[in-house]
C-alpha cells in the first residue's frame, strides 16, 4: 500500500513543478505575519454572522491583511464583529448596514462575502464594478443566470474572485486528484455523492412581524420578493426558495464542487432529481425544500448521482477529531462521502479533511487498502491562495468559472424537483436547458430594485 504523507507529497510537487504557486507558498504558512502595515491586503467583511466572523478571524490571523469595513444589516452583530477587529489589529473598522459604502472606499482592496446565499451574487458583481476584488461564501450562486453573470463581471474587471470551496486548496485532494488523472483508479463511470444530516435549521411558522431593533430588513431582504419581516424567513432561510436551495446548495455544495473537480466534468447532458420533505411535516415547518433527494446527473460515459437525507442521527459529519488527526471517518456512516467507483478501485474521499482511501478487492473477507492519505481541514490553505491569487493577479484554486460551474449542477436538479421530476437535457455549450419554457423560468429570478443584477454587468 502506498502511504501519501503531506509533507513528502508537497516537496515531491515542488520539485516536479506541479502548482508551484500554491504549494511554495503553502509550505510557510506564517511567512506573513510581520508584513508591513502598506503592504498589507485591505478587506472590508460582508456579512458578520457566523461564518462571516470566523472568515474574519481567520484573515486577520494571517498577520498581511486587514478590515478597513464591516458591514451587516443587523447593527448589533456589526458592531460587535467591529469590536473584534479592532482587539486584534488595534484599529476601528468602519460599521455600517449597506456594504455599498465599503465599495465606495478607495483602501478597501477585497470583500469577503459571508450573505445569506441570495446576496452572494450581486454583492461579488457590485464589487467587481467597484474595482474589488472578492472572496465569496459558497454557494457563490442563488440560480444558474447569476453565475453566467458573476464570471462575465470577474472578466470584464478583470478580479479576483474565489470561492469558497476550500476543498480545492487542500493538499490531500490535490493529491487525489493528480492520482485519478493518472489513472491509477482505471476510468471512472460512476460516482456517487452524498449528503446525509440530522434535520436543522427549520422552526415553526410564525406570524408577520416589525424587524428587531437596529436591523435593516430591505437591505437583508435584498434582491428576494417583498416581503414584510419574518423570523422565521429570517432564520431558516436555508430551506426557503426565496433565498436558497435547500442542502444541495448549502452543504452539499462542498462535495458537488469536490466530486466534480476531480472527475474533470463540467456540463452533464441530462439531468434528474426527485424527492420530497418525506420525514417532517412541512406544514409545521417553515421549509419548503427537500429532506429526502436524488439527482442524476449524465456526462459523457459517467453516471454521477446525488443523495440527501436530512433526518435520524446515525450519519455523522466529519468531525474536528478526525480532521486534526492521522484518521480516516467510518466511511459506511459518513454524512458527506463522495464514491468514486474505477475499473482498478474504489476512492471514498472526504471533504475538510476527511483524507481518502482506495479499495481493491478483499483478502479473507478483509478490507485491503490500495492507496490512503490523509486530510486537514484547509481553510488556512485557501484563505493563502486567494491572498496571493490578489498579489499575483492569477486565477485562484476556486475561481469564480469553477464554482458556477458546480452551482449549475445544484441548480439544475432544484428546477427538475421542483418541476416534479422532470429530466432536463442541457445545451453544454450555452448551459441552457434544452426546449423546456418552464426550466427556464427557474433558471434566473426577477430582481427587487434597487437590488437588481443588470443583463449588462
Not at 427549520?202 to 414584510?228: K, L, Q, R, T
Not at 482506495?358 to 479473507?364: G, L, N
Not at 486565477?395 to 439544475?412: F, V
Given at each position: 500500500?502506498?502511504?501519501?504523507?503531506?509533507?513528502?507529497f508537497?516537496?515531491?510537487?515542488?520539485?516536479?513543478?506541479?502548482?508551484?504557486?500554491?504549494?511554495?507558498?503553502?509550505?510557510?504558512?506564517?511567512?506573513?505575519?510581520?508584513?508591513?502595515?502598506?503592504?498589507?491586503?485591505?478587506?472590508?467583511?460582508?456579512?458578520?454572522?457566523?461564518r462571516?466572523?470566523?472568515?474574519?478571524?481567520?484573515?486577520?490571523?494571517?498577520?498581511?491583511?486587514?478590515?478597513?469595513?464591516?458591514?451587516?444589516?443587523?447593527?448589533?452583530?456589526?458592531?460587535?464583529?467591529?469590536?473584534?477587529?479592532?482587539?486584534?489589529?488595534?484599529?476601528?473598522?468602519?460599521v455600517?448596514?449597506?456594504?455599498?459604502?465599503?465599495?465606495?472606499?478607495?483602501?478597501?482592496?477585497?470583500?469577503?462575502?459571508?450573505?445569506?446565499?441570495?446576496?452572494?451574487?450581486?454583492?461579488?458583481?457590485?464589487?467587481?464594478?467597484?474595482?474589488?476584488?472578492?472572496?465569496?461564501?459558497?454557494?457563490?450562486?442563488?440560480?444558474?443566470?447569476?453565475?453566467?453573470?458573476?464570471?462575465?463581471?470577474?472578466?470584464?474587471y478583470?478580479r479576483?474572485?474565489?470561492?469558497?470551496?476550500q476543498?480545492?486548496?487542500?493538499?490531500?485532494?490535490?493529491?487525489?486528484?493528480?492520482?485519478?488523472?493518472?489513472?491509477?483508479?482505471?476510468?471512472?463511470?460512476?460516482?456517487?455523492?452524498?449528503?446525509?444530516?440530522?434535520?436543522?435549521?427549520?422552526?415553526?411558522?410564525?406570524?408577520?412581524?416589525?424587524?428587531?431593533?437596529?436591523?435593516?430588513?430591505?437591505?437583508w431582504?435584498?434582491?428576494?420578493?417583498?416581503?414584510?419581516?419574518?423570523?422565521?424567513?429570517?432564520?431558516?432561510w436555508?430551506h426557503?426558495?426565496?433565498?436558497?436551495?435547500?442542502?444541495?446548495?448549502?452543504?452539499a455544495?462542498?462535495?458537488?464542487?469536490?466530486?466534480?473537480?476531480?472527475?474533470?466534468?463540467?456540463?452533464?447532458?441530462?439531468?434528474?432529481?426527485?424527492?420530497?420533505?418525506?420525514?417532517?411535516?412541512?406544514?409545521?415547518?417553515?421549509?419548503?425544500?427537500?429532506?429526502?433527494?436524488?439527482?442524476?446527473?449524465?456526462?459523457?460515459?459517467?453516471?454521477?448521482?446525488?443523495?440527501?437525507?436530512?433526518?435520524?442521527?446515525?450519519?455523522?459529519?466529519?468531525?474536528?477529531?478526525?480532521?486534526?488527526?492521522?484518521?480516516?471517518?467510518?466511511?459506511?456512516?459518513?454524512?458527506?462521502?463522495?464514491?468514486?467507483?474505477?475499473?482498478?478501485?474504489?476512492?471514498?474521499?472526504?471533504?475538510?479533511?476527511?483524507?481518502?482511501?482506495?479499495?481493491?478487492?478483499?483478502?479473507?473477507?478483509?478490507?485491503?487498502?490500495?492507496?490512503?492519505?490523509?486530510?486537514?481541514?484547509?481553510?488556512?490553505?485557501?484563505?493563502?491562495?486567494?491572498?496571493?491569487?490578489?498579489?499575483?493577479?492569477?486565477?485562484?484554486?476556486?475561481?469564480?468559472?469553477?464554482?458556477?460551474?458546480?452551482?449549475?449542477?445544484?441548480?439544475?436538479?432544484?428546477?427538475?424537483?421542483?418541476?416534479?421530476?422532470?429530466?432536463?437535457?442541457?445545451?453544454?455549450?450555452?448551459?441552457?436547458?434544452?426546449?423546456?419554457p418552464?426550466?427556464?423560468?427557474?433558471?434566473?429570478?426577477?430582481?427587487?430594485?434597487?437590488?437588481?443584477?443588470?443583463?449588462?454587468?
Amino acid at each position: 500500500m502506498t502511504h501519501y504523507n503531506r509533507r513528502q507529497f508537497l516537496r515531491r510537487t515542488h520539485n516536479l513543478g506541479l502548482g508551484a504557486l500554491a504549494f511554495t507558498i503553502l509550505e510557510q504558512p506564517r511567512s506573513a505575519r510581520a508584513t508591513p502595515a502598506h503592504d498589507k491586503v485591505i478587506l472590508a467583511a460582508v456579512g458578520c454572522g457566523g461564518r462571516g466572523g470566523s472568515l474574519t478571524q481567520g484573515f486577520l490571523a494571517r498577520g498581511d491583511c486587514s478590515y478597513a469595513c464591516v458591514c451587516d444589516p443587523d447593527g448589533g452583530r456589526a458592531e460587535a464583529l467591529a469590536h473584534l477587529v479592532q482587539q486584534t489589529q488595534g484599529t476601528a473598522p468602519q460599521v455600517v448596514r449597506d456594504f455599498r459604502t465599503a465599495l465606495d472606499d478607495s483602501s478597501v482592496d477585497a470583500i469577503v462575502s459571508a450573505t445569506p446565499d441570495h446576496w452572494h451574487a450581486l454583492s461579488a458583481i457590485w464589487a467587481c464594478q467597484a474595482g474589488k476584488d472578492v472572496y465569496v461564501e459558497k454557494p457563490p450562486t442563488h440560480n444558474g443566470w447569476e453565475g453566467q453573470q458573476m464570471v462575465a463581471a470577474a472578466r470584464k474587471y478583470q478580479r479576483i474572485v474565489q470561492c469558497g470551496f476550500q476543498n480545492r486548496s487542500a493538499p490531500y485532494t490535490i493529491a487525489a486528484k493528480k492520482y485519478l488523472d493518472e489513472g491509477k483508479l482505471g476510468t471512472v463511470h460512476l460516482c456517487r455523492i452524498c449528503n446525509q444530516k440530522e434535520p436543522w435549521g427549520m422552526s415553526p411558522p410564525v406570524a408577520d412581524s416589525a424587524p428587531p431593533s437596529g436591523f435593516d430588513w430591505d437591505i437583508w431582504n435584498g434582491p428576494a420578493p417583498e416581503h414584510a419581516y419574518n423570523a422565521s424567513f429570517h432564520q431558516c432561510w436555508h430551506h426557503l426558495w426565496r433565498y436558497s436551495g435547500g442542502d444541495i446548495a448549502n452543504d452539499a455544495s462542498h462535495q458537488i464542487d469536490l466530486a466534480r473537480w476531480l472527475l474533470g466534468v463540467d456540463v452533464p447532458t441530462t439531468v434528474y432529481s426527485t424527492g420530497g420533505r418525506y420525514a417532517t411535516d412541512p406544514a409545521t415547518l417553515v421549509a419548503e425544500t427537500p429532506d429526502t433527494q436524488i439527482a442524476l446527473y449524465d456526462f459523457d460515459r459517467l453516471l454521477v448521482s446525488f443523495e440527501l437525507t436530512l433526518y435520524g442521527d446515525y450519519m455523522l459529519k466529519t468531525d474536528q477529531y478526525v480532521r486534526d488527526n492521522d484518521l480516516f471517518p467510518y466511511w459506511m456512516q459518513n454524512a458527506t462521502r463522495i464514491e468514486i467507483y474505477g475499473t482498478e478501485g474504489l476512492m471514498l474521499m472526504g471533504r475538510h479533511g476527511g483524507g481518502w482511501q482506495v479499495f481493491v478487492r478483499p483478502k479473507d473477507r478483509q478490507p485491503v487498502v490500495k492507496d490512503q492519505m490523509y486530510g486537514r481541514f484547509p481553510d488556512p490553505e485557501h484563505k493563502e491562495n486567494f491572498v496571493q491569487a490578489v498579489r499575483t493577479r492569477q486565477l485562484p484554486s476556486a475561481d469564480i468559472e469553477q464554482g458556477h460551474l458546480s452551482c449549475l449542477l445544484i441548480h439544475y436538479a432544484n428546477i427538475s424537483y421542483r418541476l416534479g421530476g422532470q429530466k432536463l437535457t442541457i445545451d453544454r455549450q450555452t448551459q441552457q436547458i434544452v426546449d423546456n419554457p418552464p426550466a427556464l423560468e427557474l433558471f434566473r429570478r426577477t430582481y427587487r430594485a434597487p437590488w437588481v443584477i443588470p443583463d449588462t454587468v
